[in-house]
């Protein structure tokens, strides 16, 4: 929970002292939790037992940082690429312990989700410091101030956008993208609470949560953010059934007319944004940076130029993590980051597909959303360089880990149909068809019928 506020609250360019950029407050509890999971590992019995993919997502992810880091050493790197790749190492075990200490340190299930709403919670705070900065009424950010902690470059503040110069907020993220990038990584978890918590207070707390969530997203006036936004909504929609797609069409369309009659204009600015894309300078001068960025891959096309040295000062502002990690780390680095959110998203679904009961599978879902929602906004801006991003994407990562292993998940398990209570999650396509081919053939084939028959006759027996 200490990792999860520092990330939220604390504005994203506060450090502790001497420590430049890797000096985050929550970089320094990842590297503690990174160095207490090196302990109990260790430790015989400390680390639960059984298979834990996210083990080796982190394990081939660090040696791949690792291999980076000796390859661009190799080639004798400015003073100012070695510092950068040592402030990237730093920053990759804080990812890597906060992601095992959340995939094998929590307990139970009940500990998981007080560890997800927190996170809900803080979100929504974050989102009140937006709203706040929005409204012009104070910017929170530039009051927090905390003892042996320093700016490592000056906060964003609030800038304009459009032609009639609204406010574009980043809250206490280090972006006006990053803020509201994370909010709509954050709100399908907030949406699953609000689903599944029981009527009353508590309900009615969940879906306040939910509101304020989306009510920051557009005040990113952020086209990465609207995309990821739209992304999660159609994926999560897929395990809904039809009824309750209906009602969330009706609900999404309420908030829009409701917030475009509180702030008029945003929306449009929004719109005007990907109408007008062909004449936005931060389109066009992204698409313009591909030949650089292909011509300076050739030269190290495997490998790279070192994990963590490709930095705007030594080359250029690439604003695409994807190109980033191209000329760092080469193919093999594109791969592996890759894997990185690949292997937590076909474990999410793999909850979504097997989980005990439907809340389990709902769940699986939500987070399996953020992955392909993290890998489409890593190319829109280079998000390993946001700290608040890529803590709540190791968050989450850790958390798909936690609630494989609570649930104890495995491919094995027959996938679950969908049970006549159940009003959230929708059977899955494959089983129903599984399990009709199975029914067609058993009526179909003598075979069949005398297979079950036999069963059918040992279970009476039984």
């Not at 506020?5 to 985050?24: E, H, K, N, T």
Request: glycine residues 8%; hydrophobic residues 55%; aromatic residues 10%.
């Amino acid at each position: 929970m200490a990792f999860l506020a520092l990330q939220f609250l604390i504005p994203a360019r506060l450090v502790i002292s001497g420590m430049g950029a890797a000096g985050r407050p929550s970089a320094a509890i990842g590297c503690l939790l990174a160095f207490l999971w090196a302990v109990s590992a260790a430790r015989q019995g400390q680390l639960p037992s059984g298979h834990q993919p996210i083990r080796w997502v982190v394990g081939i992810f660090v040696s791949a940082q690792l291999l980076g880091y000796v390859v661009g050493f190799d080639r004798l790197p400015s003073p100012a690429e070695a510092s950068s790749a040592t402030r990237w190492l730093i920053f990759v075990t804080s990812i890597a312990g906060v992601m095992l200490a959340v995939a094998d340190g929590v307990r139970s299930r009940i500990v998981l989700d007080q560890l997800l709403r927190f996170m809900v919670f803080l979100a929504a705070t974050m989102s009140v410091v937006g709203v706040l900065q929005f409204l012009r009424i104070v910017d929170l950010s530039q009051r927090i101030t905390l003892p042996g902690l320093q700016l490592n470059s000056s906060l964003i503040g609030i800038s304009v956008r459009g032609s009639e110069d609204f406010a574009r907020v980043a809250g206490t993220a280090t972006h006006y993208i990053e803020f509201g990038v994370v909010l709509a990584l954050v709100l399908p978890v907030a949406l699953h609470y609000a689903f599944f918590t029981p009527p009353g207070r508590s309900r009615v707390w969940s879906w306040a949560m939910v509101a304020l969530v989306a009510f920051g997203i557009p005040l990113s006036i952020s086209r990465s953010a609207t995309l990821t936004v739209a992304l999660t909504f159609l994926l999560l929609a897929v395990v809904w059934p039809w009824r309750l797609r209906y009602n969330a069409f009706v609900v999404a369309l309420v908030a829009i007319v409701a917030f475009r009659a509180v702030n008029p204009g945003v929306l449009g600015t929004i719109r005007a944004l990907f109408a007008n894309a062909e004449n936005d300078t931060s389109v066009t001068d992204r698409i313009e940076r591909t030949g650089y960025v292909l011509s300076l891959w050739q030269e190290r096309p495997w490998l790279g130029r070192g994990a963590g040295m490709v930095t705007p000062e030594e080359y250029i502002l690439l604003d695409n993590q994807w190109f980033m990690t191209l000329l760092a780390g080469g193919v093999v680095g594109v791969l592996i980051l890759a894997g990185f959110f690949v292997v937590p998203y076909l474990m999410a679904r793999s909850i979504r597909l097997r989980g005990q009961d439907e809340e389990t599978r709902h769940l699986g879902q939500a987070l399996a959303v953020t992955m392909p929602a993290a890998v489409m906004s890593a190319g829109t801006f280079d998000a390993f360089s946001f700290a608040t991003w890529v803590g709540v994407m190791s968050f989450l990562i850790g958390a798909v880990g936690a609630l494989w292993r609570l649930d104890g998940v495995s491919v094995a398990r027959e996938m679950q149909v969908r049970a006549p209570e159940d009003r959230h999650v929708a059977a899955p396509l494959f089983a129903d068809a599984r399990r009709r081919i199975k029914d067609g053939w058993n009526e179909a084939s003598p075979v069949g019928r005398s297979v079950s028959s036999t069963v059918e006759q040992g279970g009476r027996a039984t």
